[in-house]
Nanobody, 120 residues
Framework: QVQLVESGGGLVQAGGSLRLYCAAS????????MGWHRQAPGKQRELVAT???????NYADSVKGRFTISRDNAKNTVYLQMNSLNPEDTAVYYC??????????????WGQGTQVTVSS
């Protein structure tokens, strides 16, 4: 069994910062790419940022220069530092990880989501 547990969401004023955390646990052999996606009300889920096991990163244009993704491979944890937040960043943020299990099975897993609300 695998779990991705997110934390760190909340309510913040425009211009503020939040740091999201996502820890993977379970019968994990290795973790490849990890990432964050978000879904705002009435909109489709969109990619925010990804990071490979080697540390290569990719960002949506809308968050470049404001958000930073990082990971701690020893802790199976990925982080999202969000600065200069604006109301358009309001969404449920989901953690995603491409995992290979001890059984050899490889699949993509999602967390339950954490709400980020930015007030104007």
């Amino acid at each position: 069994q695998v779990q991705l547990v997110e934390s760190g969401g909340g309510l913040v004023q425009a211009g503020g910062s939040l740091r999201l955390y996502c820890a993977a646990s379970g019968s994990i052999f290795s973790i490849n790419a990890m990432g964050w996606h978000r879904q705002a009300p009435g909109k489709q889920r969109e990619l925010v940022a990804t990071i490979t096991s080697g540390g290569l990163t990719n960002y949506a244009d809308s968050v470049k220069g404001r958000f930073t993704i990082s990971r701690d491979n020893a802790k199976n944890t990925v982080y999202l530092q969000m600065n200069s937040l604006n109301p358009e960043d309001t969404a449920v943020y989901y953690c995603n990880a491409d995992l290979r299990l001890l059984s050899g099975w490889r699949n993509s897993y999602w967390g339950q989501g954490t709400q980020v609300t930015v007030s104007s």
